[in-house]
């Protein structure tokens, strides 16, 4: 293969996974240099983001991670990988993922520290620490929410925190907003988050070089609420247009469907509306792509969210109830339920590709070293 020109081995070596492009570094400095090249690792990413290969899913069971190959839970039962070497491990401190961005994945504990990682190559960045810098009475309560996603203009990544302060003693509160900047690896401030009541906890959804959430200018979010959207080029807030809905009575989820901003509906013990927006910012893009109906499950759900299409686009990966993993036939109009052997309580599934992107800057860490260290100095 050494007599073969570079273009073609990199095609070759494009649709292996990550962990054999790792072992594969050792056979000659030639190919070291052509794996860790830039070029390289953008044609593995986007030849595993076409063909839907080389993913995975990041199981949160409390404070413990698990991965498990995506395309193996068509297989029935599934034992899923306890993660060891994840940078944030610790069984003191719970593990919150704040969503994945061509291989890299946002972590954060109960303390607030936060992580980027790639599960693939195990190299982590901690993130410095950010101060609340703006003032507020000592008597309140504070609310961290977090998104992460790649800035597609200036092809940065960053993490983006948005903390509400609120009164205990009367209704006033306020936002402070911050961005990190992988390229710089600092913190700055953002333009204010506008005033709305409720922000749902949720991890910011990326769709169009933007972060969605869910808000409403009630005090709690219990139906349909608005959309607000972080342009991560402009770092900027703007409202996004919803589909036309004849009955509002429903609870709203964002995700992010096939690279689309999509709108759930859950309708409680009924059945839930999915809609993509399929030209971003245009009210009228949005369609209603498939419902699925409570008489089509084994049991009542609350609600659900969407993973990720199945290689082939005809099924559809939900967690139902923050608890089971199902799988739903576009075509067919059926569930067919995910056994996770070895898993007592689903609380939160991601799902990640595995590539080679680096965290460029500075001095990266392996994370099971670093777990290592950390806990010699517990």
């Known amino acids: ?76 039962g599934v034992q899923p990988s306890q993660i060891d070497h994840h940078p944030l491990w610790c069984q003191d401190y719970g593990i919150e993922v704040w969503g994945s961005c061509n291989g890299l994945v946002c972590l954060s504990n109960s303390l607030d520290t936060l992580t980027l990682w790639n599960p693939s190559t195990r190299r982590s960045r901690r993130l410095p620490y950010a101060s609340i810098e703006f003032q507020y009475p000592s008597r309140n309560h504070e609310i961290r929410i977090y998104g992460f996603g790649l800035d597609s203009v200036s092809q940065d990544y960053k993490v983006v925190r948005i ?20 390229r710089s690896k600092s913190w700055h401030r953002a333009e204010r988050f506008p005033r709305y009541q409720s922000l749902k906890r949720t ?37 996004v247009p919803q589909p036309e809905c004849s009955d ?33 910012g245009v009210k009228e893009s949005w369609s209603k792509v498939f419902s699925v109906a409570q008489s089509s499950v084994i049991r009542p759900f609350q609600y659900v969210r969407l993973v990720a299409y199945s290689r082939n686009g005809g099924e559809v990966l939900m967690e139902e109830d923050n608890s089971k993993l199902i799988w739903y036939d576009l075509k067919q109009k059926r569930v067919k339920r995910v056994r996770v052997p070895g898993l007592k309580e689903l609380t939160q599934a991601e799902m990640w590709v595995g590539s080679l992107v680096p965290l460029d800057g500075g001095v990266e860490s392996d994370g099971k070293k670093q777990q290592e260290q950390e806990e010699k100095n517990m």
């Open 248 to 280: 509002k009575n429903f609870y709203l989820i964002l995700q992010s469907l096939g690279g689309c901003l999509s709108l759930l509906c859950n309708y409680f013990l009924d059945r839930v509306d999915v809609w993509v927006m399929r030209d971003y």
């Open 1 to 76: 293969m050494s007599q073969l020109p570079e273009e073609v081995l990199a095609d070759i070596l494009s649709r292996l996974p990550v962990s054999l492009l790792l072992c594969l570094r050792c056979v000659s400095v030639s190919w070291r240099a052509l794996i860790d090249g830039p070029d390289f690792i953008k044609l593995h990413l986007n030849r595993s983001i076409e063909t839907r290969t080389n993913r995975g899913l990041i199981l949160r069971e409390d404070n413990h991670l698990f991965a498990a190959d995506l395309d193996s839970l068509h297989g029935g």
């Open 203 to 239: 991890a910011g959804v990326l769709a169009s070089n933007a972060l969605h959430w869910v808000v409403t200018e009630e005090s709690e979010i219990r139906m349909a609420g608005l959309i607000v959207a972080f342009d991560l080029g402009r770092e900027s807030f703007r409202l």
């Open 163 to 182: 903390v509400k302060m609120k009164s205990v003693d009367d209704d006033s509160f306020d936002y402070e907003v911050k961005v990190y900047s992988l």
